[in-house]
């Protein structure tokens, strides 16, 4: 590159800077980089007591905020203002249907769903749920097992990045606001006053959310990468492995996502849908198809009749002191926790691709059509794990207890007929996903950072890049999934108000622009007003 490209660069990443949001969240995270460098014990000990701390008071919290949004959105999905336009009212889509889900979808939670859907459910299998109340390792163990990987897994998680999404994109592309979190506060402060304390100190929070949900995720999931390595070639990489294996992820997502929407996270997105289809596909027929089948319909009857009973419960007889503990805490509030904490980048992400497309088929694909793709992923990656576990093809727990929740997948794959291709396709899977959500997060930090552009500059997202990577790194070093989740659950704890304010700020403005009711010039409701329901009224 030559020195006026260099330049050029250097330019563009200065001129385009918001100081003040980059400034506080290079160094706050810059801090937590060299904490866990210097004093690695000091530091995680303060994490893990802060994280205690939450799970266990404010626990019930995070249950009733998740429930809550799931209750909005079922309201946009069927009421009235499900038709409104994020864009001009004859604006069309930027991207395909096809396309959209495919980034949609990679860009959520599918790192994680490769990583915890072997796992899950053998876990729940084992060390079953209280709510479930049946004895470790039988049929009832196991239906309640793959019901709650459909539960926390399904409409909760998607919900709460639609509605992160779907206020940003609408004062985005209808009133010309800047693309970040903080945008969810217009009609509180006005959109000219998103520059002002209250705007900034929004969106440096979801630069600290969206730093500790990333690392959480590339963390695991790099370690699920490590442990396939060490699965089929027999070599520990121990920390120094680590630290190189994650630093080599996190440039390969840095790279893609300089690429772009369309050259990069688009084709990547496509290659990744694919591949989940053929594993999913594959497996399934390869595997106990009956027995799946079976279990996946009896568990997603269950999910669907004790859903609301599910949402809210504490599991306060096994707690002590009052609060929310044991497996509620370790389970559905930690991914509760870790949802909101991805909110930030994701729901900025689905705002940036939202353009053209209405309140409705935002809600709709991003909830229905996405929990749709993940409950067969689960229904057949955990039936097969518990089958192979039952009938002795495979003693999974006795890997996850040598190796971790990183290593079920690997003697799953490994059992079926054509086992060492199906292995290779994991670790290929694993590895893209990661890629995908990574450099969709990276994307949302530089456009965070920069007061809203849309492409932010190469510069930007390369170092955001590497303090992702290099927190992932230390974290797994340091404490393993337990710090990781400690980190998911303090830093999605503030993102549990902000998008119950982004439900009250849709609200406002929804409801100003699409009245629930159809009402004359004297204020009396008009017969048939429920036709605004269905969608019939025209925007004026």
């Known amino acids: 590159m030559d020195d006026s490209a260099t330049r050029s660069t250097a330019s563009q990443f200065f001129d385009e800077l918001d100081t003040v949001v980059f400034g506080i969240g290079f160094v706050v995270a810059a801090v937590a980089v060299l904490g866990f460098v210097l004093r690695p014990d ?3 000990g303060y994490m893990d007591s802060v994280n205690n701390f939450l799970w266990t008071a404010l626990g019930w919290w995070y249950l009733i905020a998740m429930f809550a949004l799931v209750a909005f959105v079922a309201f946009l999905i069927f009421g009235p203002w499900g038709n409104i336009k994020l864009g001009g009212d ?22 994680g ?21 049946a004895e470790s390792q039988t049929p009832e163990a196991a239906v309640g097992a793959i019901q709650y990987t459909f539960f926390h897994w399904g409409i909760s998680a998607w919900t709460a990045y639609v509605v992160m999404a779907l206020p940003i994109a609408y ?13 969810v506060l217009a009609p509180w402060v006005g959109i ?14 979801a630069v600290f959310a969206t730093i500790g949900g990333v690392a959480t995720t590339l963390g695991l999931v790099g370690n699920q990468f490590l442990v396939g390595v060490e699965w089929m070639t027999g070599a520990s990489v121990g920390d120094a492995g680590t630290v190189l294996v994650i630093t080599g992820l996190t440039v390969a997502f840095t790279v893609s996502v300089a690429l772009g929407v369309r050259k990069g996270i688009r084709r990547l997105s496509y290659f990744n849908m694919a591949l989940f289809a053929v594993m999913t596909v594959a497996t399934f027929l390869l595997g106990p198809t009956t027995y799946i089948m079976s279990i996946g319909t009896e568990a997603l009857g269950a999910y669907l009749n004790q859903f609301i009973t599910m949402s809210f419960y504490t599991g306060a007889g096994e707690a002590t002191g009052g609060g929310v503990a044991g497996w509620v805490g370790g389970w559905t509030v930690f991914y509760w926790a870790w949802w909101f904490s991805w909110t930030p980048f994701v729901g900025l992400f689905i705002a940036r691709i939202s353009r053209g497309r209405t309140v409705r088929q935002v809600a709709v694909t991003g909830v229905v059509a996405s929990t749709g793709v ?16 039952e009938t002795g093809q495979a003693d999974i727990l006795t890997v996850i207890s040598e190796l971790g929740e990183a290593g079920s ?14 292995t290779v396709l994991f670790l290929v899977l694993v590895t893209t996903f990661l890629v ?3 450099d969709s997060s990276t994307l949302a930090l530089g456009m965070l950072t920069t007061g809203g552009v849309e492409r932010p500059s190469t510069v930007n997202r390369v170092i955001w890049g590497f303090l992702i990577g290099a927190l992932a790194s230390l974290l797994m070093v340091t404490g393993g999934v337990d710090a990781l989740q400690a980190a998911a659950i303090i830093t999605g704890g503030p993102f549990s108000v902000i998008a119950l304010i982004a439900v009250a700020s849709m609200g406002l403005s929804f409801g100003t622009e699409r009245p629930l009711f159809l009402r004359d010039e004297d204020g009396v409701e008009v017969p048939g007003s429920g036709d605004v329901i269905g969608g019939a009224q025209d925007d004026d």
Do not use: C
């Open 42 to 44: 000091t530091a995680y």
């Open 90 to 111: 004859d604006e069309e889509p930027e991207f395909t249907f096809l396309a959209y889900f495919a980034m949609l979808y990679s860009a959520g939670i599918a790192a």
């Open 113 to 133: 769903i490769v990583f915890w859907g072997p796992a899950e459910a053998i876990f729940h299998y084992d060390a079953v749920s209280p709510f479930v109340g």
């Open 171 to 183: 004062y985005a592309y209808r009133h010309d606001a800047p693309l970040r979190i903080s945008t």
């Open 192 to 205: 000219e006053n998103l520059d002002g304390p209250v705007a900034k100190f929004v969106d440096v929070l």
């Open 374 to 389: 993940t409950i067969p992923w689960f229904a057949t990656m955990g039936g097969t794990a518990i089958f192979m576990q």
């Open 409 to 422: 997948g690997y003697p799953l794959f490994e059992a079926l007929p054509l086992g060492g291709l199906l």
């Open 436 to 438: 995908t959500s990574a």
